[in-house]
């Protein structure tokens, strides 16, 4: 494929927004603000060039820092993609990045402060076609791979990708690309085409969902880890169990943690529910080789 190529020409263009301290209290954790172009198709199958937000937050202390793609999820209405703001994740970003990690947010195409047409739409109820729908949506994590890796403070061999929701399909999704650099990759409740109101754990054809997840084992490499709460009113308990038996049956290779209930809906338990998925996750990542904590000196 060329997009490749193309996005890592453009990725030289990128254009710095802001740059702050987060907060006094760890003054060596920094949040910068800039924007990257990435190459995209449009609804009407026409290639286009278009800038994303991407929020960088990083320990400035440390020389070199193993990166993290965080993937937002999807907003359902017009109206809130376009008050989304900015990706930030703040208290999840400010805690990977004392492990260790620049964390690099896109807001994707669509969303709040990178505006732009809705990519991402999976057509009706009744034919889903969601592995077309996440294409720009990996485009973009790709991308932000592409430019983490150019940063003077990152180790270009040393990175994971993470998402939540949407953003953790997408991330399974761009780790099927087999993307240089990136060494694991975390799902947290990854789908789409939920609706906890009008149809609670019945997502939209969640047969076709574990399609697109098989056809994403079949070719990903990278070692994956999927958290799941038990009661995930988008998906509900059974779902995800079949997607990740689809994409290890196809040949990926998953971990499952089903995570405990949280609150009347688990679904958002990446940012409601961290005592629970932290010590997997840092578990996890030491499995795989990455020290978390280290002085910033290492």
Known sequence: MKTLPVIARMGAACCLISSTIINPAFAEIRERVVKIPVLVTGPDGTPFVHGITLTVVYDDARKKSAFLILNHGRAVTPQERKDYGRARFTEQSRYFAKLGFAVFMPTRIGYGVTEGPDLESSGPYNNKDYLRSLVPAVAQAKAAVIYARSQSFVDPKRGILLGQSVGGFTTIGAAA?????????????????????????????????????????????????????????????????????????????????????????????????PDAWKPIVEAFLAKKGFRTGISASD
């Open 177 to 273: 690309e087999n993307l240089p650099g990136v060494r694991l990759a975390i799902n947290f409740a990854g789908g789409a085409g939920g609706d906890p109101n009008g149809r609670p754990w019945n997502p939209c054809q969640a047969d076709r969902i574990a399609e697109t997840y098989g056809q994403y084992g079949a070719r990903g490499r990278t070692p994956t880890l999927w958290l799941y709460s038990s009661n995930d009113a988008f998906w509900g308990p059974e779902h995800p169990k079949k997607w990740v038996e689809s994409y290890i049956s196809n040949g990926g290779k998953a971990e499952f943690i089903v995570l405990p209930a949280s609150g009347s809906d688990g679904h958002n338990s990446f940012s409601q529910n």
